[in-house]
């Protein structure tokens, strides 16, 4: 019965620390989005949504980053990992309207295309893709292994 409360003690310490460090990171990497923000604050008036578009989207990834985190460790933080990832993939896309933007400036219409930022990012999520999926393939290659020892 000791050893039972031992390990339930022991298991919520680590859940308590994976909780905090996760909220802590999130708070930081907010921190930093709002520093950023800072520079790009001027393009607000510009850019109808803008604002809003980017808060969704940090929202959604620190949110994702978040959980990750509270479940490391764990298969479901590959799981996390891969969201991740393919969110900021969809993301981008829908957000940027394909990489090409149609703007209207004192009725001048601009047409900005942003499509090699778009498949920069896309690449560059693929790669985390990638990462992640092979992440989750060395742990369930550990944990069988490990199995297989016992």
């Not at 990497?29 to 803008?50: K, N, P, Q, R």
Request: proline share 0%; charged share 15%; glycine share 6%.
């Amino acid at each position: 019965m000791a050893d039972e409360n031992g390990n339930i003690k022991n298991f919520a310490k680590k859940l308590v620390f994976k909780a905090l460090k996760a909220f802590l990171k999130s708070i930081v990497f907010y921190i930093a989005y709002l520093l950023v923000w800072s520079f790009f604050s001027t393009f607000e008036g510009y850019v109808h949504g803008l604002r809003q578009t980017v808060e969704n989207f940090v929202i959604i990834y620190i949110s994702l980053g978040f959980f990750s985190d509270l479940v490391s460790d764990t298969i479901f933080q590959q799981f996390f990992n891969v969201a991740r990832a393919i969110f900021v993939m969809g993301y981008l896309t829908l957000a940027l309207n394909g990489g090409i933007l149609n703007l209207t400036y004192m009725d001048i219409a601009l047409t900005i295309d942003l499509r090699l930022f778009l498949m920069v990012a896309v690449m560059l999520s693929l790669l985390g893709l990638a990462r992640s999926m092979l992440q989750a393939i060395n742990y369930a290659h550990k944990k069988a292994e490990s199995a297989s020892n016992l």
